[in-house]
């Protein structure tokens, strides 16, 4: 069954450093999204993705968050310079084209971040 | 320094037994639910979903129950297994204008199963 990919698992960085997590989305689907969960908290949604442009983001998605679909296949997340409130656990999802089924998102595995 | 988190509500049930997890949501016009289930270290797996044009929907061992008048919804887990130990979460979904919008999620339920 096809299946949303993360890398990497988990990242330890500095405070003040970028990181990039990788995404593999379904490969037929079209919307992709970024949410990320706090330890012990509620997912939360960070941008969503449709047709090579940001279609939605949250308050929390400010100017150190960018997202990038580099290539067909790759959804990236960046954090320019991260600060210790980023540690938690982000989540890349996609969703297939509009309407033909359910709305859910499928989600991957996450990526843990933990900041220093 | 000490972490402060939410502490999730917990259900704990006897195997075999019947559980129900509520949630309250909050926009009015949200016209699509969904349950999902989150196992420890995973991302969130669908469960079931319902639209707000029906108040009940069945799967396999789940049904959901919508009351759009109070803006609560309901997972009915029958006969609990302990693979169904997890948190679970509602969230919601409006269409707005085709584009369908995000989900937005609750603040989850803690599900334990106790053999």
């Known amino acids: 069954e096809p299946e949303v990919t993360q890398t990497p698992s988990h990242q330890v960085t500095q405070m003040g450093q970028e990181v990039i997590l990788r995404c593999v989305p379904i490969?037929?689907?079209?919307?992709f999204y970024w949410y990320r969960q706090i330890l012990g908290q509620k997912v939360e949604f960070l941008v969503s993705?449709?047709?090579?442009?940001?279609?939605?983001k949250s308050e929390i998605f400010d100017d150190q968050f960018s997202v990038e679909r580099p290539d067909g296949s790759n959804f990236t997340l960046k954090i320019r310079s991260t600060k210790l409130e980023d540690s938690a656990m982000y989540f890349c999802?996609?969703?297939?084209?509009?309407?033909?089924?359910?709305?859910?998102?499928?989600f991957g595995e996450g990526s843990r971040l933990t900041v220093l | 320094g000490e972490s402060v988190g939410l502490h999730l509500p917990t259900l704990s049930v006897q195997e075999g037994d019947n559980s129900i997890i509520n949630c309250a949501y909050s926009n009015s016009a949200s016209d699509y639910f969904i349950w999902y289930k989150q196992e420890s270290g995973k991302g969130p797996q669908f469960i079931i979903d319902?639209?707000?044009?029906?108040d009940k929907r069945q799967g396999q061992r789940v049904t959901v129950l919508l009351n759009k008048t109070v803006k609560h919804l309901s997972l009915q887990i029958a006969a609990t297994q302990p693979g169904d130990s997890a948190v679970y979460f509602c969230a919601e979904n409006i269409d707005v204008g085709g584009s369908q919008g995000n989900l937005i999620f609750g603040k989850g339920t803690k599900l334990s199963v106790k053999p």
């Open positions: 999802a996609s969703r297939p084209r509009a309407h033909l089924i359910g709305r859910e998102l499928f």
């Open positions: 490969s037929n689907h079209l919307y």
């Open positions: 993705f449709y047709n090579n442009e940001i279609s939605e």
């Open positions: 319902i639209r707000s044009n029906m």
